[in-house]
């Protein structure tokens, strides 16, 4: 098992409600030679929990990689599942091989009833206007491709896509996360620092240590309407 996710463990409070079978299964991801990291402790437990507290029932997620967080948020979706308002979980990744592998491992679950797979880049337009047609969503998650110019056009497109008293989320949200941009341009936060003037609308909050344990930061947004 990877060791970063060993040591995640007594911090990952989403794990007491997660079910028999998605705990199994969540534990079979970190042993995957793929795993590779996913977003930290503090941060699924957090969106974990708005999503049981806030009865959530649309979920948008851009970056699947092998499911981790998808499997997360999806087994809370599940238990705000409702056949008059059903639950639902769109996750978008254009890395198919390790796509094919999270659909996997959601179906391993039992969670294949509440997770649309999105194939594709979160810009390309087929991507867009296919949720732009989902819309709202209560919560749209981004863990994506960390750099500026993706995280800019992300915070673009989708800030529209969340509905009132909704919530916007973003990981790799700090100045140490910056370093994860590919083209070395700044990185989330710089996307977050330029767009939150423009975005009057959005109450922004920013989880940074020593209050939040993980270097890589969380950033949450909710949307209010305006006088």
């Given at each position: 098992?990877?060791?970063?996710?060993?040591?995640?463990?007594?911090?990952?409070?989403?794990?007491?409600?997660?079910?028999?079978?998605?705990?199994?299964?969540?534990?079979?991801?970190?042993?995957?030679?793929?795993?590779?990291?996913?977003?930290?402790?503090?941060?699924?437990?957090?969106?974990?929990?708005?999503?049981?507290?806030?009865?959530?029932?649309?979920?948008?997620?851009?970056?699947?990689?092998?499911?981790?967080?998808?499997?997360?948020?999806?087994?809370?979706?599940?238990?705000?599942?409702?056949?008059?308002?059903?639950?639902?979980?769109?996750?978008?990744?254009?890395?198919?091989?390790?796509?094919?592998?999270?659909?996997?491992?959601?179906?391993?679950?039992?969670?294949?009833?509440?997770?649309?797979?999105?194939?594709?880049?979160?810009?390309?337009?087929?991507?867009?206007?296919?949720?732009?047609?989902?819309?709202?969503?209560?919560?749209?998650?981004?863990?994506s491709y960390h750099g500026y110019s993706v995280a800019r056009e992300e915070l673009r497109i989708y800030?529209?896509?969340?509905?009132?008293?909704?919530?916007?989320?973003?990981?790799?949200?700090?100045?140490?996360?910056?370093?994860?941009?590919?083209?070395?341009?700044?990185?989330?936060?710089?996307?977050?620092?330029?767009?939150?003037?423009?975005?009057?609308?959005c109450e922004a909050l920013f989880m940074r240590q020593p209050v939040w344990q993980n270097p890589c930061?969380?950033?949450?947004?909710?949307?209010?309407?305006?006088?």
């Amino acid at each position: 098992m990877d060791p970063d996710y060993v040591n995640s463990i007594p911090l990952s409070t989403y794990r007491f409600a997660l079910s028999k079978k998605s705990l199994q299964v969540l534990d079979e991801i970190g042993s995957d030679p793929e795993y590779g990291g996913a977003s930290d402790a503090g941060t699924m437990s957090m969106l974990y929990t708005l999503i049981h507290c806030c009865q959530m029932h649309r979920v948008l997620q851009l970056g699947t990689w092998i499911g981790f967080s998808a499997l997360i948020l999806a087994d809370a979706l599940m238990k705000t599942n409702d056949e008059n308002n059903p639950s639902v979980l769109y996750t978008v990744d254009p890395a198919i091989p390790q796509a094919m592998k999270a659909r996997a491992y959601i179906e391993e679950a039992g969670l294949s009833g509440v997770v649309h797979f999105v194939d594709g880049k979160s810009t390309d337009r087929e991507v867009v206007e296919f949720l732009e047609a989902k819309a709202p969503c209560d919560l749209i998650y981004i863990d994506s491709y960390h750099g500026y110019s993706v995280a800019r056009e992300e915070l673009r497109i989708y800030w529209p896509l969340v509905r009132f008293h909704g919530f916007l989320a973003l990981h790799d949200s700090s100045e140490f996360a910056a370093s994860f941009d590919p083209e070395n341009e700044g990185g989330v936060i710089r996307a977050l620092k330029e767009w939150i003037p423009l975005a009057p609308d959005c109450e922004a909050l920013f989880m940074r240590q020593p209050v939040w344990q993980n270097p890589c930061g969380f950033f949450l947004g909710t949307k209010k309407e305006l006088s």
